[in-house]
């Protein structure tokens, strides 16, 4: 499954758990204090396939 996904993602890779940390980080920050009613997407681009 993860070869299927780092094949397909526009970004040729997969996710690093230091990516994924990076963007709870971010949300949690006083950065993000706008930010309502959204979704983070961190995969590599693989959701905008429509996959």
Do not use: C, W
């Not at 230091?18 to 706008?34: I, M, R, Y």
């Amino acid at each position: 499954m993860l070869k299927h996904y780092e094949a397909h993602a526009p970004l040729k890779r997969n996710v690093t758990p230091e990516e994924l940390g990076a963007s709870g980080v971010f949300l949690a920050s006083d950065g993000a204090a706008a930010i309502t009613g959204q979704v983070l997407y961190v995969d590599s681009g693989y959701q905008i396939m429509g996959m």
